[in-house]
């Protein structure tokens, strides 16, 4: 297998290969029976160079500023030594010899594979290495690359927007139209073409940089898809980021099981593992530690996944527990900002080593991710149960406010039928007035009607005397023939006077009023003066005519006298022509004149056509008005007219009721006079029973009298109550009123005779006890 072409040295973050010197002190003895002897003599020599460049301090201070300036070389700058340079050699060839063999390599040696990635990989070969770690050098998108790039995506200006942020500092990507933020472009829209429903996220863009420092972009975008198909960033990069989620769920339990008391010190400060790991998932450290200790951590993610993130990160706060411990909220804050990132730069292998010493289960994350999804389950139809109540809940208080407005509207329409009783008690009232009014008029009535009855009698009386009753007639026969004739005569005087008004009016309406007089005399005198101009101009014009034709004349009168010369000729033939044309200028002037007086005649009569309009429509206007007038009049009669008909009708039903409730009266007053009656002689007749007893006693003397014998009440009998039987009991008599008449006392006991039950018993001669 061939190597590819590796990345240009000024890309690397970690311009040495001094990452593949350094390692943990720990040595791959386990793997020692699977290598050649020429590869033990290689280790040995590499651990042997670390041993010896952790004794020279001035080789401790050249790794130290290599790594806080990204872009510099640490071959550069230690090519001095010559023990480094043989050992570079060493590494080249090993690294070579890996990329050439991958695939045995990864079969049969993969646990020293494991130790040379924790170890660090030479920057020139990170490009290849990472390529097949993840297993991008063939892919078909590779091909697609330049034709995404033809195509519009609707993230860009999203990622326009980001690129500007990410590595500020570098140099390969400072500056605004650098390559290297047009390149990162490229990667970022080509992807989110692919993946449509990741489209673009923050934190993305860290990690094509990363890959872009080592290939080219066609590389690295294919890299980048692996990473995000494979490595689980997918799931973390979705619109939903549930994959983060899990990451900090299970982040939370490994520090709550190894670092139970620095776990309850962020709670007790409410500083939420959420605030400092976020970023540790999203960017695999890029954004925390600087580029040669982040690169060190993405050696190991290319081939472990997302473990060493776990790793790093409960390593970090195993080492500085006891710092954050005694800081509150703010200071922890500060402390994961400005001291964490820069503790290990100088030693990278140290944090590699504490990241190893942790403990990590995969069993028991794989359990953690089970819980999560389940309570994430159940966290999911909690919300559904949630809305489900909410949506309940707004229809509830949907109907709430629908039932308010009903009773709203209830109490609306039973204040509206308060309102019309009030109405109609008032009416009642109103009735009740206009009812003691029609009474009033009644009583008056009544009084007036006895007071001509009592006049008529008083004629009746007088009519002994003819000669006063005939004196008396005849004189009222003559007033009445006088007031007739008076009343005649008003009459037809009246009639003449309404004639008389009705040919006034007519004269009135045909007659124009004075300002339409005032407007038809200015109308009168402008077309005198219109006239008069005209006129005058016409004068002009003839006499310029006659002047003109005179002239003409008497020019063709001397005619003869121009003939002598021919210039003389000539002369003579255009002052003809020119008095032809004023002539014909002239006649045209009057032709125009006379046109011009046509056309004010005709102004003139357009005018007066139309004051004549005016008026004629204002005449119609003023009728019109009129008409509506008289209109609304007769309707307002109309409606008096119909309103007097009605209380007419409801005053003569009012009378009628009355008269019907004095009949009524009268009835119950005949019945009760006419029970009276008949209480009277029953109790003749229970008076003459009792003494036709004493005088006869015998054994029947205590039974009552049989039905039908001369003692009973229905049969005949002599004494004044006979002529009841002629009697017509009214209903009414069956009121209070004759209850209260009929009441009596005997000497034997109260007899107490009410309605017609007591009646019927008092005939049926039974004496009530």
């Known amino acids: 297998m061939s190597l590819p072409t590796m990345a240009s040295p000024t890309l690397s973050p970690d311009s040495s290969s001094q990452e593949a010197l350094s390692a943990p002190t720990c040595s791959p003895t386990s793997d020692s029976e699977n290598l050649s002897p020429n590869e033990l003599e290689l280790l040995a020599k590499l651990e042997e160079q670390n041993r010896l460049l952790e004794a020279d301090s001035k080789s401790m201070r050249s790794m130290n500023g290599s790594r806080r300036n990204s872009g510099s070389s640490l071959v550069s700058s230690s090519s001095a030594s010559s023990n480094l340079s043989h050992l570079e050699e060493d590494t080249w060839i090993l690294w070579g010899r890996i990329a050439n063999e991958w695939e045995e390599w990864r079969r049969r040696k993969e646990k020293l594979l494991k130790e ?29 690359y330049s034709e995404l790039l033809k195509m519009s995506s609707p993230c860009e200006k999203l990622i326009r927007r980001d690129i500007a942020r990410t590595y500020p500092e570098h140099e390969f990507f400072k500056g605004q139209d650098s390559l290297g933020q047009e390149v990162l472009f490229n990667v970022m829209k080509a992807y989110s073409l692919v993946d449509r429903e990741v489209g673009y996220c923050q934190g993305s863009a860290f990690i094509v940089g990363l890959l872009l420092m080592q290939m080219p972009e066609e590389e690295a975008f294919c890299v980048f898809v692996r990473l995000m198909q494979e490595y689980r960033l997918r799931e973390l990069f979705k619109p939903s980021m549930a994959e983060l989620g899990l990451c900090i769920y299970q982040f939370e339990y490994m520090l709550q099981e190894q670092l139970p008391d620095l776990n309850t010190h962020f709670r007790s400060q409410s500083f939420h593992t959420s605030m400092y790991a976020s970023s540790w998932f999203l960017t695999l450290f890029l954004t925390t530690f600087p580029l040669p200790v982040a690169t060190r951590v993405f050696d190991i993610f290319m081939y472990e996944g997302l473990e060493i993130v776990f790793r790093v990160g409960l390593a970090l706060l195993q080492v500085n527990q006891v710092e954050l411990m005694q800081l509150d909220m703010e200071g922890m804050s500060q402390y994961f900002q400005k001291v964490i990132p820069h503790q290990f730069d100088s030693c990278p292998d140290k944090l590699i080593l504490k990241a190893y010493q942790v403990k990590y289960n995969p069993k028991k994350m794989k359990r953690l991710e089970k819980e999560y999804a389940a309570m994430k389950s159940k966290e999911m139809e909690e919300q559904i149960e949630i809305k489900r109540l909410r949506t309940e809940n707004r229809l509830l208080k949907q109907r709430i406010e629908t039932l308010e407005k009903e009773s709203a509207a209830l109490a609306d329409r039973l204040i509206q039928g308060q309102v019309t009783r009030a109405q109609e008690a008032e009416e009642n009232y109103v009735i009740k007035r206009e009812l003691a009014v029609v009474r009033q008029q009644c009583s008056s009535a009544t009084e007036d009607l006895q007071k001509a009855q009592s006049t008529i009698r008083q004629l009746q009386e007088q009519q002994g005397n003819p000669r006063l009753t005939e004196d008396f007639v005849a004189h009222l026969e003559t007033e009445l023939e006088q007031s007739r004739l008076r009343e005649m005569e008003t009459l037809g005087a009246l009639r003449e006077m309404q004639d008389k008004v009705l040919d006034m009016e007519k004269r009135n ?68 022509e020119l008095m032809s044309v004023r002539l014909r200028e002239a006649q045209a002037l009057a032709e125009g004149r006379d046109l011009r007086q046509r056309v004010v005649e005709l102004e003139t009569q357009d005018h007066i056509h139309r004051n004549l309009l005016n008026r004629v429509e204002a005449e119609r206007a003023a009728l019109q008005e009129k008409l509506q007038y008289l209109a609304a009049q007769n309707k307002g009669l109309q409606t008096q007219l119909s309103e007097s008909r009605r209380k007419q009708a409801e005053a003569e039903c009012k009378s009628k009721e009355e008269v019907m409730a004095v009949r009524l009266r009268e009835a119950d007053s005949m019945a009760a ?45 002599p004494g004044p109550a006979e002529p009841l039987g002629l009697l017509a009991v009214h209903p009414g008599a069956q009121g209070p009123d004759r209850g209260a008449e009929g009441r009596g006392t005997t000497a034997e006991g109260p007899a107490v005779l009410r309605g017609p039950t007591g009646l019927r018993r008092a005939r049926a001669g039974t004496a009530p006890g």
């Open 116 to 144: 040379l990635i924790h170890k660090g990989i030479p920057h020139h070969f990170r490009a290849i290495v990472w390529q097949l770690l993840c297993s991008a050098t063939n892919m078909p998108v590779k091909n697609q």
């Open 509 to 576: 309406s045909s007659l124009p009023d004075e300002n339409n007089v005032a407007q038809l005399q200015e109308e009168l005198r402008a077309l005198k003066v219109r006239e008069g101009q005209a006129v005058a101009s016409a004068r002009e014009l003839k006499l310029q005519l006659q002047e003109l034709s005179d002239t003409w004349q008497a020019h063709l009168s001397r005619g003869g006298r121009w003939k002598e010369s021919p210039r003389k000729l000539v002369l003579g033939e255009l002052q003809d």
């Open 673 to 717: 006079v006419a029970e009276m009656r008949q209480r009277i002689a029953e109790l003749e007749i229970q008076v003459r029973g009792e003494g036709g007893a004493e005088r006869a006693p015998g054994p029947d003397a205590a039974c009552p009298p049989e039905p039908g014998s001369p003692t009973e009440g229905g049969g005949p009998h």
